[in-house]
Every structure is written in C-alpha cells, then in structure tokens.
C-alpha cells in the first residue's frame, strides 16, 4: 500500500456517532421556529379579535366549526368507501390490496380537490366576473338572495352574465374582414395545437402527429406576425383606454416577439463559443457575463431613461428591445452553452474533417440540432417579456404604445376611477395566449426550465 | 515596403497570443473598434443631421452598425487570430450599450446630488426677469430674486466674481431656455464669457440646477438613517426572501410527492390544474389578487366570511400585508417547485423502493430515508436561486402592496413590505421619494453588493464555476 494507492482508492465510510448537540440542533431549530409561527399566529388573531363584523361581507358566525364537521363527514364516508373499495378489489382480482394504502389515495384525493379548489377558485371567479356588468369583483353581495353562494358573492348572478365588459373593450374598433380571417386562423392552429398536445399524452404513438404540429405551429407564427404587423393604431377610434386594449396585445406580442428573436441571435453564437471554442480569455467573459446579470435592472433605470432619451428612443418599441436586449443575453447564453456541451462533439468533428469551417459546423450541424432549446429560449424570453411591467411602464408614455401589462396597470391603478370589470375581461383575454402557448409547448417548456435546476 | 509587407504577413500568421496578454489585447482591439465605430457613426450622423435637421438622434444607432460591421471584418483581416472572439461580438456590444453603460451612469449618479429637482436644467421657480444688453455681452437682473440677499448667494458661486458659473434664460415662452458663461459680476449686471444670439429675446434668468459631485454623502445619509430605513427593510427582504423559499419548497415538495404516486388516478388533471397560477403571467395575476384581497369587497374575506373570520385587513396592516405578500408568492411560485419535485423524482430509481418494501419499509419510511436525502442534492440549487430570486422580486411587491402600507416613524418610501429593491425604485421614481435618483443609485450599488454576496455563496453550491472553466 503506497500513499499513491490511498489517494486512488474511494473513501471508505467510517460511522462516526453524531454528538448530542449536533442531534439536538435540527430539534432545536425546528422548536425555535415552530414557537415563532405560533406567536405570528397569535398576533395575527388578536388583531382580529374583538373586530365587529363588516357591513359589507355576509359572516356565518362559527362557520369553521360547519366546514370542520363537513370535512369530517367526507373523510368518514371516505373511510366507509375505502374499505367497500378494498374488500371489492380484493375479490375482483384476487390479490391483497391494504386498506391503508386504498384510503391513503382516497385522503390524497380529498386534499388535492381542496388545493385545486383554492389555487385555481380566484382564476374562475375573475373570469366569471369579466362577464358580470355588475363589476362583481367590487360590489356588495345581494345579501337578500335566499342561495348562500350569491348571498356571500361568492359568485356573480348567473343569470346577469353578459358580455358588456368585452364590448367596451372593442369600442369604436375596426378590424377589416381579412384581419379577421387570420385572427380565426391563429386561434384555430392554437386550438389545434392544443388537441394535438392532448392526443400526444394520451397516446404513445405519436409519429403521425408531428407533422400535423409542425403545420400548426407554421401557419400560427405566419398568421400572428401579419396581424401583428398589418395592425395599426389608426383602427383604433374609441374613447378611453380600454378601447386600445388590442392594440396594446399586439403592441405586446410584437415587442415579446422581437425580444425573442433577438434573443435568439444575441445568445446561440455566443453560447456555442462559450461551449466549443478554447482561447484566452473564455473563463473571464463568461464571468463577467454572470456578473453583469446580477446587477439589478430596475435600479438603472433612471440610466437607462436617460441614454435612450438621448438617443430619441423614448416611448419607441425599438428602445423598449434594446433596453430589454441587455437582460435577455446571459440567461439564455448560460443555458445554451449547457445545451451544446450534451450534444457529441464528433458530429462537428466530422463535419469539420469533410471541410467545414467552425461556422459552417455551428450553422449546418449545431443550430438545426437545438431546435427544441431554441424554442425553449424563445418562449421563455416571450413569456418573461409579455409579463415586464416595470421598465414598459417608464419607457412607453403614449396610450397607442402600452403594453398589457400597462393597460392592465391602468384599469387598476388609482383610488377612485378603478375599472375592476373591465380588468377582468382584459385581463382574461390578455392572459388567453399565453396560457395556449403555456399549455401548447408544455413539453419544451417544462423540461427547459427545469434543465437549469435539476442535475441528475 | 516589402519589408513591412512580410512582417504583416508574418503578424497574420501568428496563432493568439497566449495567457493574459492575450485577453487584454483581444479586449483592446475590440474596445478600439467599437470606440472608433461609435466616432464615426457620430460623425456621420451629425452630418446627417445638419443636412435634415428633422432626423431623429437614433440616427446615430443605424449609421454606427454598418460601420462596426466593415470595422470588424477589417479587424479580422488584420488578426485572424481574432476569430474566436467574433462569435461573442454581438452579445458582448448589446451588452456592454444597455447594460454596462446604464450600471456605469448609476454608479457614477450615486456620488453625486442628481434628483428630480438638481437635474442640470434651470430653476424655474425663481425666475427674475432680466434684461440683455445692445453689445449682448451682459446681463442685468431687474431686481435681486425673491429670499435672496446677493446674485452670488442666488447662483450659488464659488468665487465673489461669479467666474465660470451659469446663468440660464429664458424668453417670454420658456420653452427653449439657454445657458450662459458667466465672466465675472457687477452689482446686478453679469458679464457673460459669450455673446447671447441676436434672435433670442432674453426675458428671464435663474440659476441652474447642476448636477454636483456630492462624495460619499448621499450613502453618509442612507447608513445615517439605517435604523429606521436600511436596517429593517434589509431585514424584511432576508425574512421575506427565506421564508418564501422555505413555504414554497414545502408547499412544491408535499404537492410533487403526492402526485408522482403513481398509482393515483387523475394525477395528470390535478398537475394540468394547479399548473394554471405559473401560465398566466404574473403581470395579470398580481393585479388580480388586489382586488380578491380587498378588505371590503375581496372574495377572500367574502369566504373567511362563510367561516366567520371578520374581515382581515390583508392589504392595510403592516404585519397582515406581510402575510398577504408571502401567501400571493406562495400561489405564483408553487407549481414551478412542484414541477422541480416531479422531475428530480423521476430521476430517483424504482429499484430502490422496491429493495426498502422488501425490506418491509412504510411509505413514511421510504420519503424520510430515501426521497427526501437523494433530493437534497437536486434542490439545493434550486432554493438558493430561489432565495437570490426573491431578494429581488420586486414585481410581487410593486404590483401587490406598492411597498405599502407606510409604517409610522419611517419614510413613505420604505413601507412594511417594501424590499430593498423597491425601497430604491421608490426613492427615485415617486412623488414622496423626491425623485432622488442619486439615493437611490447608492441603494442600487448596495443591493448589487449583497446580490454579489448571496450568488457567490449561490454559485459555489451549484458548481457554476467548475462548469465555466470546463
């Protein structure tokens, strides 16, 4: 055994009894932060002891001791299928099933349904107030309806749903006919998409299907940047913002759009380099790359004003890109230079022995081989761009440049002339795209912003 | 000639140089071509403008790319070597205009007095009328401005004769106002270095409200009034950024787990559901929760109200907006660790579960000794970007509470939930923060500064650095 063989050998475990206090310390912690939670809690429910009742909000008094007893009940009746279901189960197929684990799933379900309920009950009661003219999102509950559901508002009538709120949206707007036509056209490729998607989950074979998607996803991209490009601010006559709100959706998507792109182009060469390409000075830029990143944005603000007031760029979409162009680089070059350390080198090698020059490699070979990380970038920096408030807000100052993000602002913003109806109507159309685009490219999505976190 | 012909060649040939020196003169060259392209464009683009007076200045931008690109392949036609470099070119020059160059100006606004009032125009609110004289070399104040004693007091003069500072005039419509070299002072009467143009009709004077070189003053102030400012919104934003991490790690990891059983049915429409709060963007649904969370009319308390909780002031307490900020972050971020969960599950083998039930492990068992143990590795990463993440959410906190609502004993500017970041955006950019950009620019250097510390620590665990160098 010479020191050299030591070294080489893996280390071998050796159990070493943790000391008392090292035992403790986690307990210790864990009783620390337990006993500050519960005076938080405490505080918190004596400032609300002792309150009176507001006038405007319908209160059950001990309600939690019905909703307690209700969800006993369900876990009881739970219990009584569960043990219906097992012994069922057990005589069906013969094998032994634990009531435990049967009630297990059953338990699982019940709070599942209770954490859907919650996570999603405020996205559907935005959405049904977008059809209540009654602007249910800020008014009083009709305290005289005998059906609790209405009594407490905790739903609008359903009976009074119209479509006021997106009528005022469309004021004094004028789409001609073939604007129309390609507006259909997109919705009806992203519906595709999104049946495609559907099928693709349910079943395994999926061969077929890919060239349907590439259809779809082609005449959506084509539809979308002529509407996107062919719209103008002069189709939109009606008073008051919220008449500019599709005005402001397009505004958005050509300013998400072209961020992407220029994502796209600012990061994959560099990134490639960063992946591929040794020479002095590789480590420092992609240092100073992260560094750079680190700095907050929104605090430069008053720096970014000023340059690109200099420049005459100020409410410009070109200066609201290029203020966003700096953001966009780091990010995606980081992971992009990850993507391309996964894929085989040789490939490139061998392109390179055939007599490619390194940018033919990178062009030929590299860039049709990412095609899915390139989507990745491309929706990430969309998404990331259509949802910025802060800097659209200081750079574009005219009402024909918003944003959603700043119109949104606008219907909420303010003590007393907020239009919480007409927010909720823009709101539901302004987030529909994104939600079909989410849900449409789940897959590269997913797995792409995961990809930074995760290492096997 | 021939000479200095196979020299060239031979400086061509050359492979890069090696180490540091190769950097530094990779980075000259490029820092040369940029500054020589951005000369010539202004150049031209000044040319352009005389010849059109109405072109836009962005003209600069579309004059400078075109000489870049010729500048660069001229470049590599001289150090081919080079080559490597140019695939980072674009990204390094959009980097380095709207990124480096705004972070420069920031640093350089902190030492300095640059507010929404000392912006480098003239002070309009004491404006004294004035009149030219016919050689249209001096310029005498009708009378001594308003509160002021002296002209020297007005303007603000380092020298009893006023030399080298500035006077600016206006003329009847104010709109264009032009500023003067002062040569010295007389009484009421200033002597300028230049003559004021014969077409403008001076009627009104002021002093000008210069930017000044102010030091260290502006974070002698901040660290000054740090116990009731810096000190706890420094300590709110750990509080906030921590427990944000630690709820939604929780919350991810007890949804992931429940879900990746494989034997429950329906898993894939409760993970389609709850996928909903991280589709839709934040911009939309922050706003929204405004107004679920009001106190009066909100759905929030209208449900409480169904269990008879009386109505919470979510938004209007200091500690309940507290609460209300880390429950909204709770929702928005939730479904991104229970996705984390699901992935980093699914790289944990099913053999291992299978020899721990043969050994006749419990479920309980199998999450505290297996699960949870092998995901320590793949979430470590992830919560501490989480962390770096939140201690520069300013979005959740601008669009929720706007750093509201104010604690009393403390500015307007720093409220109960206001983070440091959205501490500075309110010291420059609302009315109560007096629109003190340099403030807030110190503020920025100090958030960079902790940023830098908190990625540090960030990047050492995720091993960002060994992946750099490899």
Known sequence: MTAQNTQDSPPTYVHREPSTLRKALPWLVLAAVLLGIGYLIFTLVQSLVGRAPSLTIYTVKGGWISFLLVLLTACGVLALTSLIGQRLGMRSTGRQVRYLAVLGDQLTHLLLILVVLVAVYPLLYVLLAAFDPKNSLFAFPDFSNPNILYKSGLLPKLGGLTFENFGKLFDGVTIPLWQVGLGLLAGASLGALLVITLIERVRSDTKGLRRHRGMAIQVLVVALVLLVVFMTPAQFQGQGNESKFLLSVRNTLLVSGLTGALAILLSTTAGYAMARLRFPGRFQTLLFFIFVQMFPVFLALVAIYALLFTLGLVNSFTGLILAYSGGAIAFNTWIYKGYVESLPESLEEAAMIDGASRWGAFTRVVLPLSGSMLVFIFLNQFIGTYAEFILANVI???????????????FTAGQFSTKWGIFAAAATLGALPIIALFYGFQRYFVGGTVAGGVKE | MAVALTSLRRARSLTAPQGPLGVLAAIAILAAVLALSVLIGWLISGLISTAFPGAPSSVVLICMAPVLVLLLLLALRLFPWMQSWYYLVPALVFLIAFTILPIVLTVSYAFTNYSGTNSGYGDTSVKTPVTV??????????????????????????????????????????????????????????????????????TDGTRLNAIRAVGLANFREIFGRASTELIPVFLWT??????????????????????????????????????????????????MWVALFNQQFGVVNKTLGLLGVPAVPWLTDPLWAKVTVLLVNLWLSFPYMMTATISALSTISDDLYEAAGIDGASRWQQIVNITLPLLRTSFTPILLSGFAFNFNNFGVIYLLTAGGPSVPGRSSTAGATDILLSWGYNTAFTSSGGQNYSVASAIAMIVFFLTLLISLVNFKAAGVFEEARR
């Not at chain 2, 419509?173 to 002072?185: D, K, Y």
């Not at chain 2, 879900?259 to 963007?281: D, E, H, M, Q, V």
């Open chain 1, 396 to 410: 574009l100052t005219g009402v024909e440049k918003w944003t959603v993000g700043v119109m949104l602002r606008s």
């Open chain 2, 133 to 202: 004289s016919a050689d249209r070399l001096s310029v005498t104040f009708s009378r001594q401005p308003d509160g002021f004693t002296s002209l020297q007091s007005f303007l603000g003069c380092v020298l009893p004769t006023c030399r080298n500072e500035t006077v600016v005039l206006y003329d009847a419509e104010g709109a264009v106002p032009v500023n003067a070299r002062i040569e010295s002072l007389e009484g009421r009467t200033l002597h300028l270095t230049t003559t004021v143009a014969d077409s403008f009709k001076a």
């Open chain 2, 238 to 287: 750990v509080v906030f950024a921590f427990s944000t991490m630690v709820l939604n790690a929780l919350a991810g990891l007890i949804l992931g787990v429940l879900l990746y059983n494989k034997r429950l049915k329906g898993r894939n429409i409760y993970r389609t559901l709850l996928f909903l709060p991280w589709a839709i963007p934040s911009v939309i649904t922050i706003q």
